[in-house]
């Protein structure tokens, strides 16, 4: 119960920064704050319950990095009441991850089917849009605030294996990037492509194509030597252990 807690810390930390952020946007614009909110909120869930569930290392080190962008928020934003008790949960929840206490929370040994590197950065990406393009420091229009809301549904359609995921990451997210960046505030048409050229660039790696279409789909069946099936799947398929009928 109490490494649940040190893992749930960063989400109450998130929306507490989110809240500050409603009340007093300081430099960002509310558009902006909307966006900062959706993606630091998804992000931090993800690895929340990524950690909590099976102590993956990449959601610890997420859930650090998010901590981490708190810091930032508050350089935006002016100090007050509400400001002080998000930047003193900030301090309270990175101490409680880098405590060798919360090391128990992590797996130490890798995960025997766990996604590829590549598979995971782009799908992390894909959810990050909204932040990324909500951190820059200009006012965003509606193409902004498009484009950083179908870039996660792209990557939860890869990370789900649904049809069409694949194709979206290779040639959605960098085509839409080309062609909204024109009707884009300049500093997010940037940001913008940087992260449509990322996501399609790695979307075409190995490790991406085969985490979303296994080289063995479940369910399959393929041949082996009998003499490497178990005995009992040989007795129960009446064949020795060299393939003759008994």
């Known amino acids: 119960m109490r490494f649940t807690l040190i893992a749930a810390l960063p989400l109450a930390t998130v929306l ?55 810091f930032l928020l508050a350089l935006a934003r002016p100090i007050d009441l509400i400001g002080v008790v998000a930047v003193a949960m900030s301090c309270i929840s990175l101490i409680a991850l880098l405590v060798p206490a919360a090391s128990r929370l992590v797996r130490k040994l890798p995960a025997a089917s766990g996604p590829p590197v590549l598979a995971l950065i782009v799908s992390l990406l894909g959810v990050s849009a909204p932040l990324l393009l909500g951190l820059v420091p200009y006012e965003p229009n509606g193409w902004v605030v498009f484009y950083a809301v179908i870039v996660p549904v792209f990557a939860f359609l890869y990370s789900r294996t649904i049809d069409g995921g694949l194709a979206l990451l290779r040639f959605g997210v960098p085509l839409l990037a080309l062609t909204m960046a024109p009707m884009m505030p300049l500093p997010h048409a940037m940001a913008a492509l940087v992260v449509g050229v990322t996501i399609g660039v790695i979307s075409w790696s190995n490790e991406v194509a085969v985490a979303f279409r296994p080289l063995i789909e479940k369910g399959t069946t393929y041949a082996i030597p009998p003499e490497l099936a178990p005995s009992e799947i040989l007795d129960q398929a009446g064949i020795d252990e060299h393939g003759r009928r008994k």
């Open 16 to 70: 507490v920064w989110v809240v500050a952020l409603m009340i007093e946007p300081g430099s960002y614009s509310q558009l902006s704050v909307l966006l900062i909110g959706i993606g630091i909120i998804a992000l931090t869930t993800i690895g929340t319950v990524a950690l909590v569930l099976v102590g993956s290392p990449w959601a610890y080190r997420l859930l650090i990095g998010m901590v981490g962008v708190t």
